[in-house]
Nanobody, 127 residues
Framework: QGQLVDAGGGLVQAGGSLRLSCAASGRTFSSFHMGWFRQTPGKEREFVAVINWNSALTYYADSVKGRFTVSRDNAKNTVYLQMNSLKPEDTALYYC????????????????????WGQGTQVTVSS
């Protein structure tokens, strides 16, 4: 429930860093697990990271482990994705997404289990 606005993308050289943010409207933010996905032309939307409602659990795609960190501030209704040591293969349109707690954390890698999505923010990593 509510709107998601993601931001923070840009152009960065390989090895650089970016921090994406996703601001949610409403007062039900803590009722959702928050995920990040990315998509490039011709490919399926790919799971990147997820954080549960109270920040007790986080999961990452193998491709970003050790480089990306997802966090959230429920008081600010905001989730973040800190991206370090960026690689050209990280280039994609990044989306935040909300998965209601009633669905649990099962299938968190599957985009179709998330009910709300941001508009996407472009991350481009140059060689």
């Amino acid at each position: 429930q509510g709107q998601l606005v993601d931001a923070g993308g840009g152009l960065v050289q390989a090895g650089g860093s970016l921090r994406l943010s996703c601001a949610a409207s409403g007062r039900t933010f803590s009722s959702f697990h928050m995920g990040w996905f990315r998509q490039t032309p011709g490919k399926e939307r790919e799971f990147v990271a997820v954080i549960n409602w109270n920040s007790a659990l986080t999961y990452y795609a193998d491709s970003v482990k050790g480089r990306f960190t997802v966090s959230r501030d429920n008081a600010k209704n905001t989730v973040y994705l800190q991206m370090n040591s960026l690689k050209p293969e990280d280039t994609a349109l990044y989306y935040c997404a909300a998965k209601h707690v009633s669905s649990g954390m099962n299938n968190y890698v599957q985009a179709r289990t998330y009910g709300y999505w941001g508009q996407g923010t472009q991350v481009t990593v140059s060689s």
